[in-house]
């Protein structure tokens, strides 16, 4: 969809996760395949387009710990596929609260760590974790069942807005992104066998950063800038 011959932005979320490690704070990174027509072979936090599953109304009826008002990037920026009103088709609107399904989605799907909770907002680390992992695969639907079945929700309040990124225009792909960060639950291992990852691994931010910027570790720019932010909070 777009305005003209303007490509009109996907709106996106990415997880930058965190732990505190032997040696001081890590966080997590995944390398695309190279044979990936998008970013392939570069560096990435795990992330994705926001999903129809995402901003189904069962979705949104189980995210807790999320406050709209809250939300300061959706205040401050007009997401530019709804600027000229709304689509004919409800479906297509996106709100604040399907950034963070998606995140925790796109999170689970690329590294395994689930932030989902119980009613008692107690992150699960049990059989359930378990058996979620076992389970589910990377079609979103099967994400959404799995926790309607395991009777979880998504736990909004675990993750922290880190910066939005949306791609320039001129660009042949463009995404409107909100970076959040997260802490490995306990009890959670980061660390699955996906289509979408051919490594992952744990390391501190400086590192990471100093590859980035030398091109040991290809990135794009918002990885780049996601890191700087994780260094100075």
């Known amino acids: 969809m777009a305005f003209g011959s303007e490509v009109i932005p996907k709106p996106a979320a990415t ?21 990936m027509d998008f970013l392939g072979g570069f560096y990435v936090f795990p992330g ?23 939300f300061k990037p959706w205040q401050k920026y007009e997401l530019e596929w709804q ?30 760590v689930l932030l989902m909770c119980d009613e008692e907002q107690k992150i699960v680390s049990n059989n359930i974790y378990e058996e ?27 993750l922290k807005f880190v910066q939005l990124f949306v791609t320039p225009q001129g660009s042949r792909k463009r995404f409107y992104t909100i970076f959040f960060s997260a802490t490995l639950p306990k009890g959670q291992r980061a660390g699955i066998e996906t289509e979408e990852v051919s490594e992952s691994f744990w390391v501190s931010p400086e590192v990471a950063l100093k590859k980035g910027e030398s091109g040991e570790f ?16």
Do not use: C, H
Request: glycine share 8%; hydrophobic share 35%.
């Open 15 to 35: 997880v930058v996760l965190v732990r505190d490690g032997k040696t001081g704070r890590e966080v997590f990174l995944t390398k695309r395949p190279d044979t």
């Open 48 to 70: 994705g387009r926001v999903d129809k599953s995402d901003k189904s109304e069962k979705a949104r009826e189980r995210v807790v710990g999320f406050d709209q008002g809250d």
């Open 83 to 112: 600027r000229d009103g709304e689509p004919s088709n409800p479906a297509d609107l996106v709100y604040p609260i399907d950034f963070y399904t998606a995140a925790i989605r796109e999170l689970f799907e690329e590294s395994g």
């Open 132 to 158: 979620m992992r076992r389970s589910v695969n990377s079609n979103p639907d099967d994400f959404l069942s799995g926790a309607i079945k395991n009777g979880l929700y998504y736990a909004a309040f675990k």
């Open 218 to 233: 290809p990135m794009i720019f918002p990885t780049i800038l996601a890191l700087k932010s994780i260094l100075e909070s």
